[in-house]
């Protein structure tokens, strides 16, 4: 069976962290900022771990090699 190849898209936007969880960045920041808050703006700063449940369902779907 060959090896099975990480999605391209989901290398862009997740990372594993060293205990396995999976961390991605904040959504609505891209374009459109002058309608935002500026508190959500300030806490879609960086980036999160993502829930476990969501987690679960992209690495073993997306992050294959991971």
Do not use: C, E, W, Y
């Amino acid at each position: 069976m060959p090896k099975l190849k990480t999605k391209s898209g989901a290398k862009k936007r997740f990372r594993l962290t060293a205990t396995g969880k999976v961390r991605m960045n904040f959504a609505r920041k891209r374009h459109g900022l002058s309608k935002r808050s500026q508190k959500m703006k300030r806490k879609a700063r960086g980036s999160k771990i993502m829930s476990a449940p969501d987690s679960r369902i992209v690495k073993r779907n997306f992050l294959l090699n991971g």
